[in-house]
């Protein structure tokens, strides 16, 4: 018999004891081990039991249970200094509180942040994988930073999915259903009481209903909207179920729900809670990117023409991308995109929406609507998430700016990072502040100190992080293996899995293909010899989801699994099903290696190792994402890459053959290289690699550092430009539109006319000058309207310039017929075979980039 309705009956609080609903609905728990350790100790076995979810702990203690707590005193003061220590939290002066006064016209009052997902904490389950873990680390240290950020989300009826294995080792995947009341979130309500929603029309005239959920993750509150909602009509009920759930219209539908009704969503959080409207938005990929229409719908709606409605719109958005590969980004049909968008927003024009997304460029698709297209298009200011990232962006998304070098095309990077609180053992966060006076995770500055550990205490809690990381793979191998059909009768070898004496190495992440989980199995005896090697053995330790639909990343676990399931090799090998962030707070710390092997340059930035390297794991990875950018040669070994090699098996062979010989001949020696006259000391020389990996990464791989980096560079410039063209009734953005209209219908008549160098000796020397002129043409543009410049630098032997810089010239006099001539000097500062070009490009004080408008005059 089943039930026709589902709810859940909260537990009443006794008054003492009633701030731990409040400490258990601010997600700030499960980054703060005193408000952690105050719910364990409430009942250490329900605590465990519960998987350490404090809203579903105080569900299961009882009346009489909550009785007896009430009356015991120094529990009943711990909640009232917890209470008071979260209230410090909550209003306290932080970075930005100081910081916003030295940055003119002070830092924006509020950031509205947008991400598909949100990996804040293992009991809130709305994350996939990277990006949603990014998304969340982003959440925690803008709290921790006093940073005023709003989430934007959507909540998912079932998450992403669990996963388990088959008998055979494929993976299954299960969607078990949600309750919000179970979850440590709150549903907005109107003064009335009745629920706040927001609403999108949809063709045929079907709308889309929305309630809005709120988390608090310290200080900033995270929005989420959720489509089960009983006026929808069946499909569109199902709108929000699943995170990256089906496709089509259902994608389409998600997206418009988190870009159109995120926005909504928005501002009836400012009207019920008083809260600042954002002056910037952050689209965190292009899932969200359709926030940017339904600004300009705002800004039509307020009398805004078209241009100046996207000019209002751009100057205050940032677009980050994260995807490395086309295939990675979203893309539909334009005219599905045309129907469904401007049904939602009607002040916008179908045919200027669509050609928002359009693939206009060489190789470009016709018909297709690209979301990542569109976000680039909507935002003044875009990154990728690493330096090589950023690079490898700017020679994808080259053709928006034709005419350009992709060095020159406007996307910069910041480079990710991860929440210290979160993901750094308690262990090591202690070792390191006893020595240091502070615990480094909430005090970054004194990652350096870590040098002062001693050796001996450093690899006593190294061990005893690997010794837990053993345990908890032994419970879950054995849950997986009762899962896969196994008895508990068969079950007797798991006890003996892993060593915690044994170099450890771990692996865990997505399974698309070109994370290549499976490069490890290139040559299965060679692996063999590695995991049973008498005297320097290595253990593996292997988790990763593959998405439900694709087939080929679960035919590598399937593959993987089968080999870990061979009774010769697995009790050093181990494949863990349903990775998430409660296993990975076990997994980081216990891993002395941290191991990442993808395709070059497909990894945009990878964090896992960061944590890794949080925990004193040194990684062992190709040099790819953030590794390309941090490796030293002392924090771990980069695996050489068989760049230039095009069959693709023959490159994984090649860097397969690298990845052993470095295991066999340089980590597991050096991980056993033991001090002292008996051989029993720790290995000094490993250790050493531990700190310095401790010392010099911890400050880089922090998401305060990120987060610092967003707000500095992008954020306070962005609020910034989006004053100016809001001002006395977006008088900006009326002037800015204008002279992009005025420009773009004049460029054509620009050009560069001819171009001399004066000066040179017959051989030029290091020090001379290299004086310019240039004749241009500007038609009915003025010189206000440009900037003239000469480019110069190295000339490769096909005449191309390569390691440019740019010089303005100075405008000299106006000619006739819209012609004018320009002078400068350059010295001459290499040596070499060098040159240089002049172009014209357009010139706004209101422009981030002379890049930005794609227009470009070159001689």
Known sequence: MRAIRRFTVRTALPAPLAALGRLSLNLRWSWHPPTRDLFRDLDPGVWDAVRQDPVALLAELGPDRLAELAGDAALVERVRAAEADLDTYLTQPRWYQGASSGW?????????????EFGVTSVLPQYSGGLGILAGDHLKSASDLGVPITGVGLLYGQGYFTQSLSRDGWQTETYPVLDPANLPITLLREADGTPCRVSLALPGGRTLHAHVWKADVGRVPLLLLDSDVEENDADVRATTDRLYGGGGEKRLLQEMLLGIGGVRALRLWSRLSGAPAPE????????AGFLGIERIGEALGAGLGFEAALQAGRAATVFTTHTPVPAGIDRFDAGQVRDFVTTAVPAVDGERLVALGAESYPGGQPGIFNMAVMGLRLAQRANGVSM????VSRGMFDGLWPGFDDVEVPITSVTNGVHAPTWVDRRLNELV????????????EVWPRAVDVPPADLWAA???????????????LRASWLERGATSAELGWVDDVLDPDVLTIGFARRVPTYKRLTLMLRDPARLKALLLDPERPVQLVIAGKSHPADDSGKRLIQQLVHFTDDPEVRHRIVFLPNYDIGMAQTLYPGCDVWLNNPLRPLE?????GMKA?????LNLSILDGWWDEWFDGENGWAIPTADGVEDPDRRDDLEAAALYDLVANQVAPRFYDTSGADGSGPPERWLEMVSHTLTTLGPKVLASRMVAEYVERLYVPAASAGRVVAASGHEGARRLAAWVDEVRGGWPGVRVDHAESVGLSDSPQLGEVLAVRAWVSLGSLSPEDVDVQVVHGRVTEADELVSTAAVTLTHVEALEDGRHSYAGEIPLR???AVGYTVRVLPRHELLASPMELGLVANA
């Open 104 to 116: 003119e016209g002070g830092g924006p009052a509020s950031i509205a942040y947008f991400s598909p």
């Open 280 to 287: 910037v938005f952050h689209t965190n990929e292009g899932h």
């Open 388 to 391: 090589l990232h950023g690079t």
């Open 433 to 444: 502040e006893s020595v240091a006076g502070e615990y480094p995770t909430t005090h970054p």
């Open 462 to 476: 190294r061990r005893d992080m690997r010794a837990a990381l053993v345990a908890d793979v032994r419970r879950r």
């Open 604 to 608: 945009a930035c990878g964090t896992s």
């Open 613 to 617: 390297a949080l925990n004193g794991g």
């Open 830 to 832: 290499r040596t070499g």
